[in-house]
């Protein structure tokens, strides 16, 4: 069982930038896939950004050049650095990782609880 806790997030401008966190319970962390998902109400849970175990990063469109994934190996941290914010990147994010690597599909195992992004114009 990985538990995923969360940190990060908030409300800032349009133009802004935040830094997400996701730190894993569990030893073997640098054979787990991680990823970044967010979801508004009414709509599915979307693939933001994922970095797969050798370290290679895979970006929503969305999300290209502007979001950055990165992961620490050895704080077993997984950390989504957002600028150039926009009102539509307004969502919960969710920290993911399974041992398999999804990429950007949501069937990751392990979840973590979510934190709200919020983007004003």
């Known amino acids: 069982q990985v538990q995923l806790m969360q940190s990060g997030g908030g409300s800032v401008q349009a133009g802004g930038s935040l830094r997400l966190s996701c730190v894993a319970s569990?030893?073997?962390?640098?054979?787990?896939?991680m990823g970044w998902f967010r979801q508004v109400p009414g709509k599915e849970r979307e693939g933001v950004a994922v970095?797969?175990?050798?370290?290679?990063?895979s970006y929503a469109a969305s999300a290209l050049g502007r979001f950055t994934v990165s992961r620490d190996n050895a704080k077993n941290t997984l950390f989504l650095e957002m600028n150039s914010l926009k009102p539509e990147d307004t969502a919960m994010y969710y920290c993911?990782?399974?041992?398999?690597?999804?990429?950007?599909?949501?069937?990751?195992?392990?979840w973590g609880q979510g934190t709200q992004v919020t983007v004003s114009s």
């Open positions: 993911a990782s399974d041992a398999l690597c999804w990429i950007l599909s949501n069937k990751y195992n392990f």
């Open positions: 569990v030893p073997t962390y640098s054979r787990y896939c």
């Open positions: 970095m797969d175990v050798n370290g290679r990063p």
